[in-house]
């Protein structure tokens, strides 16, 4: 997604992490958690932080960085490898986010300085912030540390609603502790602070939410609370507080959000915190903190059931690791370079943070309608932002088939969001709010996803029930204009247009009628795929049916070089185009979004004119006029790899005849834009998505089809893998797979010879095994039938 600026005790981890099969790691790799590099997709827009979290952990501890803007975070992340400035530790972040940023709530920051005037009105950082340098700073999985160039070593760990930091402050210097709990990375509505020093506790809450609120009004609000609890080992020498410009010392409390300015982001100088003393003479200042969505006494019982009184900061960050190491086997590599290995396991790291544990240790969490719920049997644990848009493409499929319970919660838990939320299925949802972010009805092939891949513990025919009259009935919601274009509050924008016109025209209620459109076929094919699996054959034919819709926005004569996908006026006529354009479409241009039709491929390519037609327009789509690969950057006419739109394509060669293609395209992509270093994500990471690509495409698999589990094929990066997935093992052996040797000259499965580019559904179901031979030269025979090409699904006659 890219926007315009562009100790583990609880029942909770322990439903998390039960999926394991058990099995032993490939030897190559005995300890993948120690294969992660968490500061991977720190720079050039990754948007990943390095700080300490389990899998999918609800306490995230990790430095807020600065470029000397207070209201502005260094990246949507909080942390900007290239930005060596700390204002504070923050105990909540989103992953790879396009949007100026969210949560970074209750950020810590030990001074050694006195405390003379307010941090609020330190509105350049240039006060209350520390440099620091990557050589003093280590990121490991649960485990975070940095030594600050104002002499403060800073430590931290995680557990899953809970976290633990050790303070080592410099001899002969105040050492203080600010808790700056207004500043949240986009603001706040509210925010409390009270001190107690008989118990060497520090509690409070702040009230925020305003995620993409910069970008329309339609979320400039608060819709969630979070409350917090740190209890201290050493006795408080000082204390005082602030609001706004004013310092009280001495003071126990403080209250006042930053509130939201017109723009939608904080207004410089206000907000509240308090901020503590110590001696540092005493030795380092630890500090437990729980954290709760639901209330203070929650955050407590958090604390006391993950990381009770006597617990160790080593112990904390050892369980953490233990955590990552069960979640990180569900698969097993061997082969490959080092880098290769990192690069690969810190995917899968990213993969498994979000969505993220919501509910508290007593099955209690805050719903969208602000009221408390408790999870009920079989759901385990209620779980949180979910970016509908990027990780119904692939995210989803792969952290079901790894962790079935996992992927089926996080279906209970869009469906009871969506019944606290008047019926209405959020795309982009942030902690107990929907903030509408992006197109379409992403929740759709969401559920489909996962019920593909083995999550079948939820309430399919009640949630099924939901998105059929969600794409039925138009609200006043689908008919608002309100937060468009990046945040239109209707769950279909303009869905009255897709039941008359069966398309969405240029003028609607939606952010591009095109890409609307490519949205709205891909979630009713979907939904004819949920309806099958519910019994309902009527709701199978007219889902299906609408699914072809798209071929009402394909004009055969929208430019020289053969027909587009594009907008059309609500009377049927086209207006003006070129393929460059991206009128009617979402962060990528017409050329791009021509083949976002990846359930009835073979129907596209019939309307292109044929397999060698659409084989020719692939090729230019990928390289350059000198026959260079163009992959990001090369202008609207080509792939855009580093966002979602793009991410389906390489793999279409394997519907034309022509997968040695797909291989290709693939390991250039695999080779040239991952990579084992802070820039190696390309584009935002969006919670995951993008990293599920590497994963896949790593394995040689890839779930092509929203709400199906066939898996096309490319090639395998590493010699031997194995994927303990939901229903059997996956072993794939691949003896020569290397950087270099990316085509496919043999394939069997299960000890047959397969000539077909793609498994079929029962794959993921069973398992099985593949034995690849691989070479460096193309097969240009291996796969090529038409016969053997993987399905589409066009409507029924």
């Not at 410099?170 to 808790?179: C, D, H, S, W």
């Not at 979640?327 to 993969?351: E, K, N, P, S």
């Not at 992927?407 to 008047?422: C, E, F, M, P, V």
Request: proline share 6%; hydrophobic share 35%.
């Amino acid at each position: 997604m890219y926007l315009p600026s562009k100790l583990l005790k609880t029942s909770a981890l322990a439903c998390v992490l039960a999926t394991s099969t058990g099995a032993v790691m490939a030897q190559a790799v005995s300890s993948p958690a120690d294969a992660v590099n968490p500061l991977i997709g720190s720079r050039n827009g990754g948007n990943t932080y390095p700080g300490a979290v389990v899998p999918f952990g609800m306490l995230q501890w990790s430095p807020e960085n600065t470029r000397g803007k207070h209201t502005r975070t260094a990246s949507p992340s909080g942390y900007q490898y290239d930005t060596t400035r700390i204002r504070g530790f923050s105990l909540t972040h989103l992953s790879g986010a396009g949007c100026a940023g969210a949560s970074g709530d209750i950020p810590l920051m030990p001074i050694t300085i006195p405390v003379t005037s307010s941090p609020s009105s330190d509105t350049t950082d240039h006060i209350y912030a520390s440099d620091f340098s990557h050589a003093d700073e280590q990121a490991k999985v649960g485990d975070y540390r940095v030594r600050l160039a104002n002499g403060v070593n800073v430590e931290l760990g995680a557990a899953m609603h809970s976290g633990m930091a050790r303070f080592s402050f410099p001899a002969g210097r105040p050492a203080n502790l600010l808790v700056r709990v207004s500043d949240s990375e986009v603001g706040s509505s509210d925010a409390a602070v009270h001190v107690d020093a008989a118990t060497q506790t520090i509690t409070g809450s702040v009230t925020s939410g305003n995620f993409c609120g910069y970008l329309a009004k339609a979320d400039q609000h608060s819709y969630y609370t979070l409350y917090f609890v740190a209890h201290f080992d050493r006795p408080f020498t000082r204390v005082g507080s602030w609001h706004n410009g004013t310092v009280t010392l001495g003071a126990t409390s403080g209250h006042g959000g930053t509130s939201y300015a017109d723009k939608g982001f904080p207004v410089p100088g206000k907000g509240s915190g308090a901020w503590v003393g110590f001696d540092p003479a005493k030795g380092p200042v630890q500090v437990r903190v729980g954290i709760s969505y639901v209330s203070l006494a929650n955050a407590r019982a958090n604390l006391r059931a993950e990381i009770p009184a006597d617990s160790t900061l080593a112990h904390v960050t050892s369980q953490a690791r233990d955590a990552w190491n069960k979640a990180l086997g569900h698969i097993a590599i061997d082969g490959g370079t080092a880098d290769q290995r990192t690069t690969f396991y810190t995917a899968l790291y990213h993969v498994l943070l979000h969505p993220n544990v919501f509910s508290d240790v007593n099955g209690e969490y805050r719903g969208f309608d602000q009221h408390i719920h408790h999870v009920k049997t079989p759901q385990h644990a209620q779980y949180a932002n979910f970016s509908g848009w990027d990780i119904y493409r692939s995210q989803l499929q792969l952290l079901t088939w790894l962790m079935p319970k996992v992927g089926s919660d996080i279906a209970q838990s869009l469906y009871n969001q969506a019944r606290q939320n008047h019926g209405e299925w959020d795309r982009w949802t942030h902690n107990s709010g929907g903030t509408h972010v992006m197109s379409g009805d992403p929740a759709v092939p969401a559920l489909a996803d996962i019920h593909a891949f083995g999550g079948h513990d939820f309430d399919l025919r009640g949630a099924y029930a939901s998105l059929a009259r969600a794409a039925t009935v138009p609200t006043a919601h689908d008919e608002s204009n309100a937060g468009c274009n990046v945040e239109c509050v209707g769950e279909r924008p303009s869905l009255d247009q897709w039941l008359k016109l069966h398309y969405i025209a240029t003028k609607s209620h939606a952010w591009g009628g095109a890409a609307e459109t490519l949205e709205d076929v891909t979630a009713d094919f979907a939904l004819s795929q949920l309806a099958t699996e519910v019994g309902d054959k009527a709701g199978e034919r007219k889902f299906l049916a609408r699914a072809g819709y798209w071929r009402n926005l394909y004009n055969p004569k929208a430019a020289p070089d053969g027909g587009y996908i594009q907008n059309r006026n609500a009377d049927g006529s086209w207006p003006a185009f070129t393929p460059g354009t991206d009128d009617g479409f979402v962060e990528a241009s017409a050329a791009v979004y021509l083949w976002m039709v990846p359930f009835d491929v073979h129907g596209l390519f019939q309307q292109l004119g044929g397999d060698a037609t659409a084989i020719a327009r692939l090729d230019r789509f990928f390289h350059t006029a000198d026959g260079k690969w163009a992959f990001t950057n090369a202008g609207p006419l080509h792939a855009e790899l580093n966002n979602e739109p793009s991410v389906e394509t390489p793999w279409l060669y394997d519907f034309a005849g022509q997968p040695y293609k797909t291989q290709a395209t693939v390991r250039a992509v695999v080779n040239s834009l991952w990579k084992n270093a802070p820039g190696g994500i390309p584009g935002n990471d969006d919670l995951g998505e993008m990293s599920s690509w590497y994963v896949w495409s790593a394995l040689g698999l890839y779930p092509e089809i929203p709400g199906r589990a066939e898996l096309v094929l490319g090639s395998p990066l590493f010699t031997h893998a194995v994927v303990h997935g939901s229903g059997g093992d996956v072993t794939i052996d691949a003896p020569k797979a290397s950087t270099d040797t990316p085509y496919v000259h043999a394939l069997e499965v299960d000890g047959k010879a397969w000539n077909k580019p793609w498994l079929p559904a029962s794959f993921v179901a069973h398992g099985g095994r593949l034995g690849f031979t691989l070479q460096a030269t193309p097969d240009r025979t291996w796969g090529s039938s038409m016969a053997d090409a993987p399905p589409s699904f066009p409507p029924k006659s």
